[in-house]
């Protein structure tokens, strides 16, 4: 491995043989064979002309393989004047072949260790067929679930994600400060879409964001900070306007924000189109400007698009764009192609032969599974579950014999190996009775009929219900984020034949589930499980696997609630839940509480918090306090408590939120168990930015612990920061 002083000294001397097009041409993505999606020459360019004149630094969705990846790689390594190698580059956000649960479900895990198994065994299949640089993890805050893009991030709270952030970057760059890469196995992160994309107004994408400066720093930009701090190689700024500037094209942003603030020096590489979209956005009259723009604003790499190899020469020539800006840029660039390993050895990451052997490996399928496991939250449960052994099950929906179980942003070429919810049932040794009635939208003929027969018959009904992959992710947002209406009616009428009901839910999103809450005996959140979802999901309704996935998004009773999320402000007039008040802060016609709160999640097991202290009831400012407690299990089942701390700052320059999570911890516990769990409060935990600066402040803290973010269920405590 080379060290950081010899790959810079390698740099500058490439550097320095480098005509102004040949760097320019490092600062390029070509977007499979789709190099010119816009505005470009594709027929006198093809792309492995365009590699042989050394306009293209590194490609997005091409290798298929890792025999393709050979071919385009010989063509930069042998035919371009320089002979520098390509970066290959994919959207690997929550498996490559293996897929995983979404990663907004595997957040509610709150398991971070195995969520960066995840992205190592992610990492481990991309670089099979070529891939050395994973768009992951995207670290959005959302709050709005209208929008289709919470289902690839962690959900509503900037702890949790920071957490997440951390686990993702050193699994998919093997360690601290990417200490594995160049080894072959793992690969860049890119921390993705930089920043408040998630904040898109009324849930729809792309649209513009309104952010304050406080709320950017103490919602949006943590888990960035956490990303950066984990050393990820490479960021991608969002689409959206940041104070009505785009983010590639925004100085703020890549130089103020990420560069001076979080101290990244890593590549900055643009979303998809972003140069050019610059455009419509109203910020450039054309092509030439745009990419003025965001050259000077410190975009390092232009995505899909083909408007710096066309334009920045002349820019650079007028004088319009510092070439050492430039050269700033293709040093960044550069030092990545040292540091993966491939200005030594251009095909390290391509192992042909190897990829089939790699691709679903059982260890793979293993991790797969127990994640998706822990990411299942049970909703409700009025102890319809665990299913009864040898129980005959009426299993009817969509979604129950369905491969779509993988969602959205992947790409695996493996998707019949899914495992359905019928395959995992059966193989539990139950009689399963399947009827799916319906698609996700339309009845099938005389399914609803038949779904009611088969009710009927047994003594279970098992209700698979929810989205398809194509009803969340990117441009896929809903007005209604409801269960469809055709499976409402499926749902109405096997509900009426009076047999227990268990409903099982597949989406990428929170959806309304009153009606389940009410009318179902147990309703558990599958979401989008992944390859071994049927295995995974039948372990937990037959109780071989207990049930410990917790809430990372709220879920609202109604579409007028949204936004609504726990770490809320607590206003000037405060609604208490029942009082009759009118001059607070409510609404008319529903409760302001949401159906399922964030970190709920029930399990098989009962557990009880007892003894829940503080080691001292004064914290200095350079101290630290340990929070302690002891965790039993009061059930014959074992199981997992995630116990849960959040904190309140009383009063402060500024208002902060009700409560926020600050620390968590996942507990195993046998029947009749107890164990003392030690949570660390340190300073960094209790500061917060004014708009201005990060503040520490003197003051009450409240610290609540519990199992849940509601209320009622937190044991309280209080300390003062000196
Ligand atoms: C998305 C990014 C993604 C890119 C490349 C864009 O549309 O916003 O998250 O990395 O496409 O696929």
Not at 703 to 713: E, K, T
Request: aromatic content about 6%; overall charge negative.
């Amino acid at each position: 491995m080379r060290t950081p002083e010899e790959i810079k000294t390698r740099v500058e001397e490439l550097l320095s043989r480098m005509t102004l097009e040949e760097k320019i041409g490092q600062m390029v993505q070509s977007a499979g064979t789709d190099t010119t999606a816009i505005g470009g020459d594709v027929k006198t360019s093809p792309l492995e002309g365009l590699i042989a004149e050394g306009k293209i630094g590194s490609i997005i969705y091409m290798p298929d393989s890792a025999a393709m990846a050979r071919h385009l790689q010989r063509i930069a390594v042998e035919k371009s004047r320089l002979g520098i190698p390509l970066i290959f580059c994919q959207d690997v956000i929550h498996g490559f072949q293996t897929i995983f649960p979404i990663p907004l479900a595997w957040s509610c895990s709150f398991d971070p260790d195995l969520v960066q198994r995840a992205t190592e065994v992610s990492a481990k299949e991309a670089t099979r067929a070529g891939i050395m640089l994973a768009f992951a993890p995207m670290l959005d805050i959302a709050r709005d679930p209208r929008w289709g893009r919470i289902s690839e991030g962690a959900g509503e709270d900037p702890y949790l994600d920071s957490r997440m952030a951390r686990a993702e970057v050193l699994g998919y760059q093997g360690g601290e400060g990417g200490q594995g890469l160049g080894d072959g196995e793992h690969m860049a992160a890119c921390l993705k879409h930089f920043v408040g994309y998630g904040a898109a107004e009324a849930g729809r994408d792309y649209n513009t964001v309104e952010i304050s400066p406080s709320t950017l720093h103490n919602v949006y930009l943590p888990a960035f900070q956490a990303g950066v701090d984990a050393g990820a190689a490479s960021v991608m700024p969002s689409f959206n306007l940041v104070d009505g500037v785009s983010s590639a094209a925004s100085p703020y942003v890549l130089q103020e924000l990420l560069r001076k603030e979080l101290g990244f020096e890593g590549v900055i590489v643009s979303d998809y189109a972003a140069v050019f979209e610059v455009i419509a956005h109203g910020l450039a009259a054309d092509e030439r400007e745009a990419a003025e723009r965001c050259a000077n604003a410190g975009l390092d790499i232009e995505m899909a698009t083909d408007l710096f190899n066309r334009e920045l020469p002349k820019l650079v020539m007028e004088g319009k764009v510092p070439e050492s800006l430039i050269d700033d840029a293709v040093r960044r660039i550069l030092t990545l192609k040292f540091r993966l390993g491939i200005m030594d050895d251009p095909y390290l990451y391509m192992h042909e032969g190897e990829e089939e052997k790699t691709y679903l490996a059982p260890e793979h399928l293993a991790v797969a599974r127990r994640l998706a496991q822990e990411s299942a939250v049970l909703l409700k449960n009025d102890g319809a579950l665990p299913l009864r052994k040898g129980a005959k099950i009426a299993l009817v929906g969509p979604c129950a014999d369905s491969r779509d179980q993988l969602g959205p942003w992947q790409f695996s070429k493996r998707a019949e190996r899914t495992v359905t919810l019928k395959e995992g049932l059966e193989e539990k040794g139950f009689a399963v009775l399947c009827e799916p009635a319906t698609t996700i939208h339309e009845e099938l003929v005389g399914g609803i009929n038949r779904a009611v027969k088969l009710a009927q018959d047994c003594d279970v009904v098992v209700l698979a219900v929810g989205e398809d992959m194509t009803m969340s992710g990117e441009a896929s947002c809903r007005q209604e984020i409801c269960v469809p209406a055709i499976q409402m009616e499926l749902a109405r009428a096997v509900a009426a034949v009076g047999k227990p009901v268990v409903a099982v839910v597949t989406c990428g999103r929170p959806l309304l589930l009153d009606w389940f809450d009410k009318n179902a005996n147990a309703v558990l959140c599958a979401w989008f499980a992944g390859t071994e979802a049927g295995h995974a999901l039948s372990d937990l309704l037959s109780g071989e696997a207990n049930p410990s996935g917790k809430l990372s998004v709220t879920f609202p009773r109604s579409m007028g609630q949204i936004p609504l999320y726990y770490n809320h402000m607590n206003t000037g007039r405060p609604w208490n839940g029942v009082s009759d008040e009118k001059f607070v802060s409510r609404y008319l016609d529903g409760p302001n509480t949401p159906l399922y709160p964030f970190g709920h999640g029930l399990s098989y097991s009962a557990f009880r918090l007892t003894e829940a202290a503080l080691s001292s009831g004064e914290m200095a400012r350079d101290g630290a306090l340990t929070v302690s407690a002891k965790v039993k299990n009061v059930s014959d089942v074992p199981g997992t408590a995630v116990l849960q701390m959040y904190l309140r700052d009383v009063a402060a320059r500024i208002a902060r939120p009700v409560k926020e999570l600050k620390g968590f911890a996942r507990v195993d516990l046998a029947p009749g168990e107890e164990k003392t769990v030690e949570l660390p409060i340190t300073p960094d935990l209790l500061r917060f930015h004014d708009g201005r600066e990060w503040v520490l402040e003197p003051g009450r803290f409240v610290v609540m612990l519990g199992f849940s973010s509601a209320d009622d269920q937190l044991e309280k405590l209080e300390f003062s920061l000196a």
